[in-house]
């Protein structure tokens, strides 16, 4: 899908929105060591440049993909973003969603009270 944010349009096959910062950085967040930082975590794929697809698999077979310039990763408060090439299915927790043009994202710093156990 191509999508536009910050006046940039970029096709892309896979886009993670997250609440709050994921680690490790790259396209295969797997953990939270916080929850209350007041941060989206917004990393994208872009694959409407020239090979990109096997750009990014290279990039992933040595271990680059953070440093290329095919991946965008974005730790901001508010994430916007609209559908360039129509309505698209939203995905919250793996459930599919409402179908959108436009989406806005934000969070509200430490708005949720976050108890865990002490390291």
């Excluded at 790259?26 to 060591?33: E, I, L, V, Y």
């Excluded at 609209?82 to 179908?99: I, Q, V, Y």
Aim: glycine content about 6%.
């Amino acid at each position: 899908m191509r999508i536009r944010y910050d006046n940039k349009s970029l096709q892309t096959s896979l886009f993670f929105l997250g609440n709050s910062v994921y680690l490790p950085s790259g396209f295969a967040p797997s953990r939270r060591d916080r929850m209350d930082d007041g941060l989206l975590d917004v990393r994208i794929l872009e694959t409407g440049r020239r090979m990109a697809r096997m750009r990014i698999l290279v990039a992933l077979a040595l271990g680059r993909l953070t440093r290329s310039p095919l991946y965008h990763e974005m730790r901001v408060p508010e994430f916007s973003f609209t559908a360039l090439d129509g309505p698209t299915m939203l995905a919250h927790d793996g459930e599919l969603g409402d179908e959108v043009t436009e989406a806005t994202f934000s969070v509200q710093y430490r708005a949720l009270a976050v108890y865990r156990p002490l390291p």
